[in-house]
């Protein structure tokens, strides 16, 4: 493949036509001086499923964006499939549908 003696190279292991993905981050952030406020806390899961052609991102929110004490519960959504990204607020039941953006971070050229 890459070696100038054809008889030393090693043959690359077949791809799976199948690939799973999942992870999981904790963010914490606060813009006041510490142990002046509760720090925002996000929990966040990540999953992607090649079979299924999808990425799914599950967000819990300590706070709401309004400031009020109730957490966030927001499920996206990118079907490259199809092209659509959805975006779903679990609390209330809302969900809108975009096109997945080309310029986003885990968009396909």
Known sequence: LCGAKPSTQIPLPTAPTYFKFKGEQITITTTQPPNQIP?????????????????????????????GNDK?????????STGLSFQMDLSSGSCSVDVISPNGIDSIP
């Open 72 to 80: 966030v519960y927001v499920r996206n959504v990118n079907d490259y």
């Open 39 to 67: 720090a925002d806390i996000m929990y966040t899961l990540e999953e992607y499923i090649s079979v299924a052609n999808m990425f799914i991102q599950d967000l819990v929110s300590s706070q709401s964006p309004t400031g």
